[in-house]
Nanobody, 121 residues
């Protein structure tokens, strides 16, 4: 399974940005798709995740500002980010999880290459 993330760049505080991540290499509608981020000098943290049924989970720091969604037909996950803050600056990694991949001889999870954006005036 390969994941390709799009988006990133420089955004002013209070601005908005949308990240997208397309998965390929499997016809599965993955159980979980989501985003982690890693800021300089900090550990990677979960930002948001969404199940195949649409159940979502958010980090407290982004609740009310970020919205995760997915298009199962396109195997793509999106992260709409509003009211961006400088502390949102990080490299964002998309990921998928699905234990059914193990039966196909594949790892149960996969990660994208990371896309970086900076929130700064």
């Amino acid at each position: 399974v390969q994941l390709q993330a799009f988006g990133g760049g420089l955004v002013q505080p209070g601005g908005s940005l949308r990240l997208s991540c397309a998965a390929s290499g499997s016809t599965l509608s993955f159980n979980v798709m989501g985003w982690y981020r890693q800021a300089p000098g900090k550990q990677r943290e979960l930002v948001a995740s969404i199940s195949s049924g649409g159940n979502t989970n958010y980090a407290d720091s982004v609740k009310g500002r970020f919205t995760i969604s997915r298009d199962n037909a396109k195997n793509t996950v999106y992260l709409q980010m509003n009211s961006l803050k400088p502390e949102d600056t990080a490299v964002y990694y998309c990921y998928i999880e699905d234990s059914r991949l193990l039966a196909r001889g594949l790892p149960s999870s996969a990660w994208g290459q990371g896309t970086e954006f900076t929130v700064s005036s």
